[in-house]
């Protein structure tokens, strides 16, 4: 009895020990940026064959959250009279849903393109913001052709805010430390 009971208290003890040097190692912490924007966009330049159909103005709000890393964590733009409400989760047909890119250039220039695949004259869409305060919108739809929309006044807010991702040891810690009181229970139920 005291040689199954000996190893597993040994286990338990070395698994304490441990657990609680992987638990006190520190966590990563990242930079999330929020950037809310909204205004009025003013048609600058279409195909012919799309101008007649496109409006002349419209209101848009939206915002894309992103890492310092450059890596988009959400996003979101709706504009009003072209009827679009874009997310992660849209889709332009029962089976396409959007590929995502997003380039970080600096603090406030960046790029964001909703790629439904072009080459099947469904549309591809390049949010961009450009300088301080200005947003464009750029369409493309197969061969109908592409249309600009751009807000050199947009209404752009900006916010951080930092989360907290747990290093691999810091998991493998946790996971240390619930094996050992898992072993140290059971060795106590053997005495």
């Not at 009827?83 to 089976?95: V, Y």
């Not at 290093?167 to 139920?189: C, H, M, Q, V, Y």
Request: glycine share 6%; no cysteine.
């Amino acid at each position: 009895m005291n040689q199954v009971r000996l190893p597993k208290a040994r286990v338990a003890l070395i698994g304490l020990v441990v657990a609680s040097v992987f638990h006190a190692t520190p966590v990563l912490g990242a930079i999330l940026t929020r950037q809310e924007f909204a205004g009025d966009f003013t048609l600058i330049e279409a195909n012919p064959f799309l101008s007649n159909f496109l409006q002349k103005q419209s209101e848009y709000s939206g915002f894309v959250v992103y890492a310092d890393n450059g890596s988009l964590n959400d996003w979101q733009l709706t504009v009003n009279n072209l009827g679009l409400n874009l997310n992660p989760a849209s889709t332009s047909s029962s089976f396409l849903k959007p590929r995502i890119n997003f380039e970080l250039n600096s603090g406030s220039d960046w790029e964001l393109v909703v790629d439904f695949g072009i080459a099947f004259d469904a549309p591809r869409y390049t949010l961009q913001r450009t300088a301080i305060s200005e947003i464009r919108l750029t369409g493309e739809v197969g061969r109908a052709g592409t249309y600009i929309y751009q807000d050199p006044a947009a209404n752009i807010s900006v916010s951080s805010s930092s989360t907290s991702i747990p290093e691999p040891s810091t998991l493998f810690g946790l996971f240390l430390a619930i094996a050992a009181i898992a072993a140290s229970k059971k060795a106590n139920r053997l005495v």
